[in-house]
């Protein structure tokens, strides 16, 4: 049996969560020693444990049949690809959100993007950056930094930085302003833009769809309720991405029914205060653990 190899980033932001999501899609893994390979115990799935620059790297060469990491990675890495190899994303997913910004010292005269024509940008992501800002005709230099881009400016490397923003914290210890969101990046799961073998394509297709069970299943809630028997389609029309509720009647209470439905969209306060103003009581909010289509 072919094994599929999946490359998660050994630890940084995006660790945890890559485990997690697949570990929630039912696999299980035996560590080795080293702690950067492990092997998959009731699929042929195993785990490679790298920094997540080297992730889009392992796919494009065939080490890896899958990964996960950060939108902004596996497109610099296609964007700086002479040879316009790309990666597949399969599904984004729900964690490591960011934005590629443009950032300025807070005393500089830049007022648009436009106004960084033949400027220096310092960036981690220099093809990425180029690529956008040439698209609307701005055609700056750019730097590269693999790390601390933010401190660029006050050293008088370049004019502007394009980094990573999520808090903003960063630019404003470093008396940056961010002006201008260039790319908004999430972790996602890439596979190869090559075709695999049948039997490997079964399994990845098998575990996307587990995949998307536990993509919808974390924001869907199961709702039950108790609701007025002519307020039934108004409370219908209140529940969140809710698909034909069921409906079951309550012992001794002919006026009022059981309403069930599993509600495919976050669940919020509003949502449930709407309810009971439009009649509904004992209303009840459960999570989904699994969910297949
Ligand atoms: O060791 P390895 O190379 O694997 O890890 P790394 O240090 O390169 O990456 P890591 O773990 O920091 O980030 C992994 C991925 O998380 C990135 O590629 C992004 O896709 C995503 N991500 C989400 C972020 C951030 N949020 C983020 N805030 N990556 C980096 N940052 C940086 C940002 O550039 C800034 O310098 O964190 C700093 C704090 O941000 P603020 O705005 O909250 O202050
Ligand atoms: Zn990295």
Same mark, same amino acid.
């Given at each position: ?9 050994? =630890?940084? @932001? ?13 696999? @299980?893994?035996? &560590? ?7 092997? $998959?115990?009731?699929?042929? %799935? ?21 990964? %996960?990491?950060?939108?902004? %990675? ?10 316009? *190899? !790309? ?10 959100? +960011? ?7 807070? *005393? ?11 400027? &220096? ?11 956008? /800002? ?27 930085? =394009?980094?990573?923003? !999520?808090?903003?914290?960063?630019? @404003? ?11 908004? =990046?999430?972790?996602? /799961?890439? $596979?190869?833009? #090559? ?6 394509? #079964?399994?990845?297709? @098998? ?23 002519? =307020?039934?389609?108004? %409370?219908? &029309? /209140?529940?969140? $991405?809710?698909? *034909?509720?069921?409906?079951? *009647? ?12 599993? +509600? &495919?969209?976050? #669940? ?10 439009? $009649?509904?009581?004992?209303?009840? #909010? ?8």
């Amino acid at each position: 049996m072919k094994r599929i190899r999946v490359a998660i980033q050994k =630890s940084g @932001r995006l660790s945890d969560k890559s485990l997690d999501l697949l570990q929630r899609c039912g696999l @299980r893994f035996a &560590r080795s020693k080293d702690k950067l390979y492990w092997y $998959g115990k009731d699929f042929p %799935i195993d785990l490679l444990l790298v920094r997540d620059d080297d992730i889009p790297r392992l796919l494009l060469d065939g080490v890896c049949d899958l990964g %996960i990491v950060g939108q902004n %990675i596996a497109e610099e890495v296609m964007q700086d690809d002479t040879d316009n *190899n !790309s990666l597949d994303e399969l599904r984004a997913l729900p964690f490591g959100g +960011c934005r590629l910004s443009l950032a300025v010292p807070e *005393n500089s005269s830049f007022e648009s993007a436009a106004d960084l024509d033949g400027c &220096r940008i310092a960036t981690s992501y220099p093809a990425l950056t180029k690529s956008i /800002l040439s698209k609307r005709g701005i055609n700056a230099e750019t730097v590269k930094f693999s790390g601390s881009v933010e401190i660029a400016p006050g050293l008088g490397t370049a004019d502007a930085i =394009s980094d990573l923003v !999520s808090t903003g914290t960063t630019l @404003r210890a470093n008396h940056l302003v961010e002006f201008e969101v260039l790319f908004q =990046s999430t972790a996602a /799961l890439y $596979g190869r833009s #090559v075709s695999l073998s049948d039997e490997k394509q #079964v399994m990845i297709n @098998r575990l996307l769809s587990r995949l998307d069970g536990v993509l919808l299943a974390a924001e869907s809630k199961y709702v039950m309720l108790h609701a007025p028997r002519d =307020s039934v389609d108004e %409370i219908t &029309r /209140l529940l969140p $991405g809710a698909e *034909n509720p069921s409906l079951m *009647n309550l012992e001794g209470d002919s006026e009022r029914v059981a309403m069930h439905a599993v +509600c &495919r969209e976050t #669940v919020f306060w509003e949502h449930l205060e709407a309810l009971k103003a439009a $009649g509904a009581s004992a209303i009840l #909010v459960l999570p989904v653990e699994k969910m297949l289509g």
